[in-house]
């Protein structure tokens, strides 16, 4: 075989790659329902599901939805809000879809839910009060400590229930964002909360509090959230939702989702988001 046999026989395998490949994306977004306006999509700051470095968008969360801007083939209107203002937005009609949010039955009523990640909450723990507290039952009894929660953010059943008991002793400080809140630990202001590990990794190396505290699990019997993305009804239908979630799932049968969250975690961390 010549090399020039050999140099066409390479240029008729990567056409016929290259076809296939677009031909399976053309099939993944069969059916999308584009609709006539852009998508408003809202992305939130949060560890490293989503951040801003040099102007640039980083994070789990803006690599999933380029991912899936790209084989939709729809027009999109993004932009960074907070947390709070989405959920209102997303519930008056005024944003159409956000991304890794927690479906629950009050949410349920405005919008569908396409998972690709399940997140667990760990308690991040000042060292200065990590051996006399390692449970949630431990730091419970302790009345002077104070816990920091961000404002209307959901954690799982048991912790949730924790969270109100500890609310009614008045020894929760929420705040708006998870960054001021390990801001509040790191100056003392509060002992521990509760993270999952892509959003404490990146908020203990900004912050330089990777010696300053110890990560305990307080419910080993819970195995974490799902999240997704979020649809509003206002815009999407069951079937447009049925056509995204199909688009998630092609993300995490193809591999794509394991590479990107390989990119911003260890494997055994990356390995635990996929369990959804």
Partial sequence: MTHLTRFLRFLALMALAGGWLCASMAAQ?????????PIRLAFYEYGNLYYQDKQQALGIDKDVADELMQRSGCRFDVQEMARARIWADLASGDLDMSVSGIENPERNKFAWFAH???MKNY???????????????????????????????????????????????QRVQDSANAQTLFKKLKEGRIDALFSQPPVYRKYLQDL?????????????????????????????????????QALVTGLRTDGTLKRIYNRYLPADEAAALLDF
């Fill in 29 to 37: 977004a069969v059916g999308i329902n584009c609709g006539d306006k």
């Fill in 116 to 118: 690709y990640l399940r």
């Fill in 123 to 169: 308690a991040v723990v000042r060292t200065d009060i990590a051996r006399q507290v390692q449970t949630a039952a431990s730091f419970l009894q302790q009345p002077r400590l104070q816990f920091g929660a961000v404002r209307a953010f959901k954690h799982g059943v048991e912790q949730d229930q924790w969270l109100d008991a500890l609310r009614a002793a």
């Fill in 208 to 244: 330089g509090l990777q010696g300053q505290v110890v990560v305990q699990d307080w419910t080993p019997s819970e195995k974490g959230v799902a999240h997704g993305l979020i649809l509003a009804k206002s815009r999407f239908s069951e079937a447009d939702a049925r056509q995204w």
